[in-house]
């Protein structure tokens, strides 16, 4: 997978100017083919500096939004990683590139097969979606040293603070009321105990209990 011209003009005019200076995830996002992530009739737009739609009322977020929430979440090459509401499967196939193995929990069965066909296309084989209630998690390949969550709750699911591993980093989108943005949160474990810092507003399909066939 080699570097293209589109990611190299996304990392210089959106990425860079606006505090991500991560190299590994720079070099990650400029290498994947967005492109490959949205519908044949918005490839022209993979790049552009908003959310696309990927149908069955989703998106995919924009990549400012995808490059802030890996970087804030600091991933290693030997952290094992979670991510609930996978969508199109771009997030994943970014944090594949920076960790050792990365799970995927979409509650939308046609997004999450379509997505793992992404990821297969696409040769990326440390990377695996779920059908399955994200609000739930993956428990079993827990621990976790990185969770990602693309879709916003009122609250952090206890499910998922039980998943984080001691030392581990969260990064969820909280929605605290209708007439505010939802806050972009960082949580860190340490010694059993959360400790939580606010990021910047964001907005974020729902997170759902349940899953949709």
């Known amino acids: ?99 050792r193995r990365v799970v995927g929990v979409e509650r939308d069965a046609e997004l999450a097969t379509r997505g793992a066909a992404i990821l297969a296309r696409l040769g990326i084989a440390n990377a695996e979606i779920h059908h399955a209630d994200g609000s739930l998690g993956w428990p079993s390949a827990a621990p976790y040293d990185v969770i990602v969550v693309s879709a916003a709750a009122v609250q952090v699911p206890a499910s998922l603070v039980d998943q984080l591993a001691e030392g581990g980093r969260m990064v969820m989108p909280v929605a605290h009321s209708q007439d505010r943005p939802q806050d972009l949160l960082l949580l860190r474990k340490r010694q059993g105990r959360l400790e939580t810092m606010t990021l910047f507003p964001v907005l974020f399909v729902p997170l759902l209990e349940g899953t949709a066939d």
């Open 1 to 99: 997978m080699g570097t293209n011209p589109r990611g190299l003009r996304m990392i210089a005019e959106q990425l860079r100017p606006r505090g991500i200076v991560d190299e590994r995830i720079l070099a990650a996002m400029a290498e994947l083919p967005r492109e490959e992530f949205v519908a044949r009739e918005h490839r022209r737009l993979a790049y552009a500096d908003h959310p696309i739609a990927i149908g069955r009322g989703q998106t995919i977020s924009q990549p400012l939004v995808v490059a802030a929430m890996t970087q804030a979440v600091a991933p290693g090459p030997e952290d094992l990683a979670l991510e609930v509401g996978t969508g199109s499967g771009y997030q994943a196939a970014v944090l594949a590139r920076l960790c």
